[in-house]
Each structure stands twice: as structure tokens, then as C-alpha cells.
């Protein structure tokens, strides 16, 4: 059971005021808070046992590079890899999917072949691509959306073909709240001999998350999203392909032997981990994932779509709101994007945040969405597990407070 009341004395940071009202903080799909656990690992590294990892004989070092590994083992166990080898540090969703597309992508996409990706996507999970179809001339394919604002698996039995090389797919869309079926997508990929790759930078930190039950080739996160600090992240990938690929940087740490004019890579997973890593972040992630597993990812997600279920019918109450995705509170998750008829969404959120609400607004790095949904920006508002009914009704108020404001002219 989630107790948020109890959880957010845990979480400094939600107890302040914004423009004089207590903070309502709803822009946890943009970045997450952190609870005292995960800031006094941070604090606990750099005070006790900060050193360079891997490299040092000495005490401190030792206790670096112990507590950098652990770190690794613990995402493996929270995800499910298969080895702690196969749990890659980055910086994040962002790097681990340019990656994936850099290394995997230039040693097996050749010209002609196709990679399949949606209109939901992040550009994260857009651009790297597009840059690997330029440099192979391979081709990059869109699966639609239905109506409501699922992935349409009708298109994603089209696209999907013996050409296609690569299904690269977001677990849970940042704009639509939707939760896509990433297991059937995998099982597609590889009945046509494709590899799955997964964006979840929006699942990881919401639900149980099994890349093995999934059986996805490479499956991606990023720490800030998920209690974790900014900076840090995760690429994870099957044996199988990076034991074939090649490392995207080169440098100290990752080397075997080096000679004049070749070199040799150490073993996975440090192979693809050039330089000194994020090793302060890396085991303050692992205090994250030791803090969620503790309240549990399935107690996450249930709370979650309790408060969805509670906040969902108010909002379509609202006379003149939009919400985006799928309208039963069932099939919706914590993120959720609405615009309200006449408002600007930048002058809707700048309203909300005058009464101490924060909601993100814009295109949410989604362009190639909002076009295919025929809008130029949203606000969006995305629950955590620290959030309340009360959170929820302040949204509401917020919202309807604004509308009234607008309608009014008053500014
Ligand atoms: N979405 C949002 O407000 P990074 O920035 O690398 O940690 O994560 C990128 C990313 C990739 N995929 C999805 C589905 C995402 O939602 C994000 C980050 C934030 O929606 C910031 S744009």
C-alpha cells in the first residue's frame, strides 16, 4: 500500500510554497523528485568513499568500485537482465538509444533495410534513427494511431515486414498516457528477424518491468525519472548483441590492451563505459531502485491508476478541456495532456503555476505527435506515486480558476 501523506515527508522538496500556495508538483514525466535516501547516498559517496572506480588498489577505491557494481546488480535485478554484464551506465534514455543506434545499428542496418518506429515517439527515440537511415540509406516507417490514441496494431502488422531491421517503440507515451504492448511488438520484430528495441523512460519508473518476459534486444531508461539523480541512466541490452558490437567511445577504462595503432576492449559491460563514469549518480540510482523496490512497482502502479481514476472524470467535467489519449481512467496512465479551448497551453500552465501548480507545456520533444494530432503544443499534467487526491482536486481548482480568468479577460 502507497501511504503518499507519509511517503512525501520523505521528498524535501514538496513542502514549499510557489506564489505563496503549497507546491503541487505534476510534472514528473519531465523529471522526478528525489527522497532523502537517494540525496544522502549522493551525500554519503563524496563524503566517505569517493575515488576513481576500477582502476585504484587503495581502500577508498575499493570501496568505489564495490559500491558502483552493486549498483549495476541491483538495476539487473530490478529490470531482470539476465547478467549485471548486460546493464550498461549512460546518461540516459537519450544516450542509451543513440547507442543503440550508433552501434547496433551501424554494424547490422545495411541499405534498403527498414527501421520501424511511431508517431508517438520522443525525438529521442525519433532522431537517432533518422541519422542512422541517412548514413545506411535504409528507409524509417511510422505505425499510426487509432482514434483514441493507441498504438493502431493493425499498422504495426503492416509496417513490420522481413525488411525491417529495427521496431523501435516507447513502452509509455510521454503525451498520451497510453501503455503500448511491447511484448507482441518484440514478438512481430523477431518473427520478421528484427531486433526490439524499447524506449522506457516512461515505464521503468511506474511498473514492474521485465526485459526477459518482454524479450527485448535493447531497452532503455534514464535514473532522473525514476528518483534517481539527472546524468545517469541505463542501456540495456542482450549478450547476444553486445558481445558483437562495437564500443561508441574509446578511451581510458574500457580497454584491454593497447598497442600503436590497434587496440583491445576489456569485457562487457565495461567495454562500452569510456572514461571515469557517473559513479556518485550511478550508486545514488541504486539507492533510487533499492527505495521503489521497497515500496513496490506493482503498489506504484495500482496507486497511480487509482488517483488517474479519481482525477480523469473530473477534468473531462471541465466544459472546454481537451484531453488527449484515452478518455477511460482504465487505459490511462499518470500522464496526462489537455488544452483548454481559447488558452494558450504556455499561458494555461504560467495560470496554474500562479496558484502553485506545476504542469509542463509545449510539444513535450513530441512534434511529429502533435502534428499527427493537429495541435501545436499541450500542458500536461504527470502523477507520482507522492501525489494526492488533494494534488488532484488542486489541479482541478487551477483549471477552472484559469478558465474563468481567461474567459473574463482579465489580463
Ligand atoms: N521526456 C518529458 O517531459 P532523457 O532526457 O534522455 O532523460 O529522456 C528522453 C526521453 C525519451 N523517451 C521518452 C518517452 C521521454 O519521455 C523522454 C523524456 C521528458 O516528457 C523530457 S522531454
Not at 524509417?140 to 494511431?145: A, F, P, S, V
Request: with cysteine; proline share 4%; charged share 20%.
Amino acid at each position: 500500500m502507497i501511504d503518499a501523506q507519509k511517503i512525501r515527508q520523505e521528498f524535501p522538496i514538496l513542502d514549499q510554497e510557489v506564489n505563496d500556495e503549497p507546491l503541487v508538483y505534476l510534472d514528473n514525466a519531465a523529471t522526478t523528485q528525489k527522497p532523502r535516501a537517494v540525496l544522502q547516498s549522493l551525500n554519503r559517496y563524496y563524503e566517505r568513499d569517493n575515488a576513481n572506480v576500477h582502476r585504484g588498489v587503495h581502500t577508498l577505491a575499493e570501496r568505489a568500485t564495490a559500491e558502483f557494481e552493486a549498483a549495476r546488480q541491483k538495476v539487473q535485478k530490478f529490470i531482470n537482465a539476465n547478467e549485471a554484464a548486460e546493464v550498461l551506465f549512460t546518461r540516459g534514455t537519450t544516450t542509451s538509444l543513440n547507442w543503440v543506434a550508433r552501434s547496433y545499428g551501424d554494424a547490422f542496418v545495411k541499405e534498403g533495410d527498414e527501421i520501424v518506429i511511431s508517431y508517438m515517439e520522443h525525438h529521442s527515440n525519433i532522431i537517432p534513427w533518422q541519422q542512422l537511415a541517412k548514413r545506411k540509406k535504409a528507409v524509417l516507417k511510422y505505425i499510426e494511431i487509432t482514434e483514441e490514441g493507441f498504438l493502431d496494431m493493425t499498422s504495426a502488422k503492416e509496417q513490420i515486414t522481413d525488411k525491417t531491421a529495427i521496431v523501435s517503440i516507447a513502452h509509455v507515451s510521454n503525451v498520451l498516457g497510453v501503455i503500448n504492448r511491447v511484448a507482441k511488438l518484440a514478438e512481430l520484430a523477431h518473427q520478421h528477424g528484427a531486433v526490439m528495441v524499447v524506449d522506457g523512460a516512461q515505464s521503468v519508473p511506474h511498473m514492474p518491468v521485465d526485459v526477459q518476459a518482454i524479450n527485448a534486444d535493447f531497452y532503455c531508461f534514464s535514473g532522473h525519472k525514476m528518483c534517481g539523480p539527472t546524468g545517469i541512466g541505463i542501456l540495456y541490452g542482450k549478450r547476444q548483441w553486445l558481445d558483437q558490437m562495437e564500443p561508441v567511445e574509446f578511451g581510458g577504462e574500457m580497454i584491454d590492451f593497447v598497442h600503436l595503432q590497434d587496440s583491445t576492449w576489456k569485457e562487457l559491460p565495461w567495454k562500452f563505459e569510456a572514461g571515469t563514469p557517473n559513479i556518485g549518480d550511478a550508486i545514488a540510482l541504486g539507492s533510487a531502485v533499492d527505495y521503489l523496490s521497497e515500496l513496490g512497482l506493482e503498489n506504484i502502479h495500482n496507486y497511480e491508476a487509482e488517483l488517474v481514476a479519481y482525477v480523469l472524470p473530473r477534468l473531462q467535467e471541465i466544459g472546454g478541456l481537451t484531453i488527449f489519449g484515452p478518455q477511460n481512467p482504465q487505459e490511462h496512465t499518470g500522464v496526462i495532456a489537455f488544452n483548454l479551448d481559447g488558452v494558450h497551453p504556455h499561458d494555461l500552465a504560467t495560470a496554474l503555476d500562479m496558484e502553485g501548480v506545476a504542469v509542463r507545456a509545449g510539444h513535450h520533444c513530441a512534434q511529429p505527435l502533435l502534428n499527427y494530432l493537429n495541435v501545436p503544443a499541450t500542458a500536461r499534467a504527470s502523477f507520482y506515486f507522492y501525489n494526492t487526491k488533494n494534488d488532484a482536486d488542486r489541479l482541478v481548482e487551477a483549471i477552472m480558476a484559469a478558465k474563468e480568468f481567461f474567459a473574463n479577460g482579465a489580463i
